[in-house]
Antibody, heavy 116, light 105 residues
Framework: QVQLQQSGAELVKPGSSVKISCKAS????????MHWIKQQPGNGLEWIGWIYPGNGNTKYNQKFNGKATLTADKSSSTAYMQLSSLTSEDSAVYFCVRGVRWFAYWGQGTLVTVSS | DTVLTQSPALAVSPGERVTISCRAS??????MHWYQQKPGQQPKLLIY???NLESGVPARFSGSGSGTDFTLTIDPVEADDTATYFC????????FGGGTKLELK
């Protein structure tokens, strides 16, 4: 069965960076887009972008250009998202999601808290 | 960006029929999908392609619409349906609606 296992919660300082991971199993990692979604407490969902692990192609929501960097390691079937220059506005739960047009498979989410 | 607008909240009694609406700022054809999210959980796909029921989702859930106006219907509503429901479009990149919180009376 398809599983997306994300890394644990992070407490990071303003101005720093964080890299969260999403290990995929149960399917061919290189054959499906991996998307990343942001959800702030009590708020809705924001699409950050996607990466196609097969060739490394990426596309970002313009809002997250320069904030998020998506990468993938085919050897370990793991997708990564690095967030830079963190502020309190980046405090949120981040989900990795397998899908193309719709999202049937979600990771459990990684809570990132930005605080000094 | 394609903006999706949802009513923020609804309250219904168990056994009733409820419709949750989502309006897009521009046509998304049938590229609309619906999710259910309960507190502390990841969203769960209910409907894809505007009207297709995801495998394993009860037939009480249905979707309709095309272009700019879409509806998720739950009939009949059960107590376990208390959750927030999000629409998402895939016609122009990806965006989500703000969510509709469904409460049971």
């Amino acid at each position: 069965q398809v599983q997306l296992q994300q890394s644990g919660a992070e407490l990071v300082k303003p101005g720093s960076s964080v890299k969260i991971s999403c290990k995929a199993s149960g399917y061919t990692f290189t054959s499906y887009d991996m998307h990343w979604i942001k959800q702030q407490p009590g708020n809705g969902l924001e699409w950050i972008g996607w990466i196609y692990p097969g060739n490394g192609n990426t596309k970002y929501n313009q809002k997250f250009n320069g904030k998020a960097t998506l990468t993938a390691d085919k050897s370990s079937s793991t997708a990564y998202m690095q967030l830079s220059s963190l502020t309190s506005e980046d405090s949120a739960v981040y989900f990795c999601v397998r899908g193309v047009r719709w999202f049937a498979y979600w990771g459990q989410g990684t809570l990132v808290t930005v605080s000094s | 960006d394609t903006v999706l607008t949802q009513s923020p909240a609804l309250a219904v009694s168990p056994g009733e029929r409820v419709t949750i609406s989502c309006r897009a700022s521009e046509s998304v054809s049938t590229g609309m999908h619906w999710y259910q999210q309960k507190p502390g959980q990841q969203p769960k796909l209910l409907i894809y392609g505007a009207s297709n029921l995801e495998s394993g989702v009860p037939a009480r859930f249905s979707g309709s619409g095309s272009g700019t106006d879409f509806t998720l219907t739950i009939d009949p509503v059960e107590a376990d349906d208390t959750a927030t429901y999000f629409c998402q479009q895939s016609w122009n990149d990806r965006t989500f609606g703000g969510g509709t919180k469904l409460e049971l009376k």
